[in-house]
């Protein structure tokens, strides 16, 4: 999943060409600004259905387009830019959930509306310190108690499903007790962690409700001795969220480019270890880096560890059938909620 420059794309935008090719990407993330400020690709609600529309005619109309809505701070679809407004979580999160649905269906309503098919909410991390840097300082969290989180997150989920828009838990195993951003670095959680964290994972799980779950890219030593992030831990993927949480979903990485990642591994290398890892849809976002080659990079990683023996060939088939099982539900060809037992 690639972010790409440009509030319009022709035919000789490079995204467009791999589309084109079939060797495009399972999907796109948008973003309003770049990390400068300049427009990304999010101009107003009219471009943003016409950018949507044509990526769409070129995929075939098979194309994952995702966005971070999450509310307040964290809000790719910006008030200033002709959209309706919203609450953060933890507003929301401080009323009743029913108020948290009836503000996810016009979220809901105002992404469908412009061709948007996944939103990369809600953040179900618990708002456990406060001097969180990039989830307590901007609100993202609905609370600190887990079943206030889950309870709004569920409204939240169900409101965007009734539009036919699926949602992404993040972020896994959870990144609120963190006291650094991984945007910027290195983050070690594993002295503030708490087991309360992986509670509305599993709820979630268990109602059906998760379509698919974020990676974070924090180290919690306490689950993975090797001390890798999450991203990169088969023990926390393929192990807790698969295996003991039971999560059928489609697991999505948090950015690639992110320095948590970026500054220790190099960009081949963290695709390979992600995918090992359990990871089915990476997220290579080209706003913090601009690499139009990433796409293309990516894929051959995958492909020299399919090669080496680094990976089955069943599991790159089984993310892939995840995928396009997700894709089913946001078309109506399968109904949203998991319906076989969970481990």
């Not at 939240?156 to 006291?179: D, E, Q, V």
């Not at 601009?290 to 089984?318: V, Y």
């Amino acid at each position: 999943m690639v972010g790409f420059d440009g509030c319009t794309v022709g035919e000789d935008h490079w995204l467009v060409q791999a589309l084109v090719r079939g060797e495009g990407p399972g999907g796109v993330i948008l973003f309003d600004r770049n990390v400068d400020g300049s427009i990304q690709n999010i101009r107003d609600p009219g471009q943003l259905q016409d950018l949507t529309r044509t990526l769409q005619g070129y995929a075939g109309g098979s194309l994952l387009i995702a966005v971070d809505q999450e509310g307040g701070r964290v809000c790719r679809l910006k008030e200033e830019d002709g959209f309706p407004p919203t609450l953060s979580a933890a507003e929301m999160g401080r009323g009743e959930a029913a108020g948290t649905r009836r503000r996810a269906e016009r979220m809901a309503a105002t992404l469908a509306g412009v061709g948007i098919n996944l939103n990369l909410a809600p953040v179900v991390d618990l708002d456990l310190n406060p001097d969180n840097p990039i989830i307590g300082r901007y609100e993202r969290s609905f609370a600190a108690d887990p079943a206030t989180v889950t309870r709004h997150a569920a409204a939240f989920i169900t409101a965007h499903h009734g539009h036919g828009i699926a949602c992404c838990l993040k972020h896994f195993p959870g990144h609120g007790s963190g006291g650094a951003d991984s945007h910027l670095g290195f983050v070690d959680v594993t002295s503030r962690w708490r087991r309360s964290e992986l509670e509305p994972f599993a709820a979630l799980i268990r109602l059906g409700l998760a379509d698919a779950v974020m990676t974070a890219h924090v180290v919690q030593s306490d689950l993975d001795t090797r001390a890798l992030p999450a991203t990169l831990s088969p023990r926390i993927i393929r192990g807790l969220l698969r295996r003991q949480l039971g999560f059928a979903g489609v697991v999505i990485s948090d950015d690639l480019q992110m320095r948590a990642i970026s500054d220790r591994w190099g960009y081949g290398e963290a695709v390979a270890m992600a995918v090992r890892a359990g990871v089915d849809l990476l997220i290579v976002g080209n706003n913090l880096v601009r690499r139009q080659e990433a796409l293309a990079e990516g894929i051959t990683a995958i492909e020299e560890l399919l090669a080496s023996g680094g990976i089955r060939a069943e599991d790159i088939r089984g993310s892939v059938g995840r995928i396009k099982r997700l894709q089913q539900k946001i078309t109506g060809k399968l109904p949203w909620k998991n319906v076989s037992p969970t481990a």
